[in-house]
């Protein structure tokens, strides 16, 4: 069971939540299923990867939150499909990013929650048809997309997110499987950026996976900075490897000497000259919330707690926190909010850390706006503007959506017997690779 607390409380709000779950669900499986998006407004199927041809991204997605809730039949539903349906050979480019944190990431959660070693072998299909990206490169750093049935690789103009976050789904593959390849590739690529960093131990966040030169000075821990941090930390958490302890302890401690800053009590972290430390901008990404999690998990509880109630505080202002925030002035500088999750995120690290019934509260609150301004006739919608009255829709509902905040809030509110709420981990995309209890 989680943290001790007064779990009667709690118990209804999880009930909620796997009922509008699982209300969701039934529409995408009736309206639009193996689509990679359903349209919640107008009940239409939309791609992700490719126009023109979906690979059921939001069944992917999906399973380990239903396997989680202990939706058993649509478990099995969902698992047929991926056995009958789900084809990698499309000839054409994928993001190998997006690709590997929902499609490797999601398969390998099914396999990791329901043993069905079918879904291994698909997890590792659509890895090795990413392999090119990385063994194609000069550098070692990934190419940005890779065409899935002729292995043809392109766009080398990248960022340390799409070169830096692959350790966790293909160290688990390696784990799985015993091939090394997987784990090995991932860290050189991570290596390379962290060779290059900063005197001020900074790194900029765009580069060249050609030249291994950057291409910005700007370092930031938002997007796309933010989930090469993280993994550097998860690598280490899950296969104990020193040298990316090391690495994050390093460029850690540079952030939080150069990066940090105080405003009105709050803390913030403005982006800045990773060369000359410069403040170059006060916009906070709402996906930067992500950042208080992985700073309470990794020994900095301090800091993790203040930049959480420094997003509470937005949260509060704003009722669904903006994409863009300004904390100088505390005005949106982009109103829109793509079902985004990292709150919530945080708010489970941060509660699992602490145990401290703040972090539940917080993530109900999100939960509850979500609810008031995103549910729509088919399912739940993005936003285009969380400050108009009430904030306007978007017919589209992304894939994280199946897999983040309805399974931060579940895991929250539920105290289920098939988490391991002790010893887990979950992805950047909450796929969950250890700490399932079957
Ligand atoms: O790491 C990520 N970045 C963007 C998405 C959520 O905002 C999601 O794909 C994932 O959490
Ligand atoms: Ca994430």
Redesign the pocket.
Known sequence: AGPVSAQGSWKPVADTVREEYLWAWRHYVDRALGADHIKPISGGREDFFVEGHSVGLSLVEAVDTLWLMEADDEVALAVQWIVDHLDFDVDAPFQVF?TN??MVGGLAAAYHCTGDSRLLDRAKDIADRLLPAFTRSPTGLPYRYVNLATGQVSDPETNIVEIG?YIAEFGVLTQWTGDSRYYDLAKRAMRVAYDNRTELGLLPHDINAETGRWRNRQATIG?PG??YYEYLWDGYRLFGDPDLKQWYDTLTEAILTRQAERRDGLLWFPQVDAFTGEVLSREQSV?AG?YAGLLAESGHLAEGRAYHDAFSVVQDRFGVIPTFVDYSTMTATRVDN?L???FA?SALMLWLATGDEVFRERARTHFENMRSTSKTTYGFASLADVTATPPSQEDTC?G?WWS?QMKYYWLLFSDTPRLDYRDNYLS???NLLRGARR
């Open positions: 997006e944190i929902r976050t997007p933010d989930s996906l992500f793509a985004r999750p990292e995120d992304p994280y983040e950047t995309e909450a």
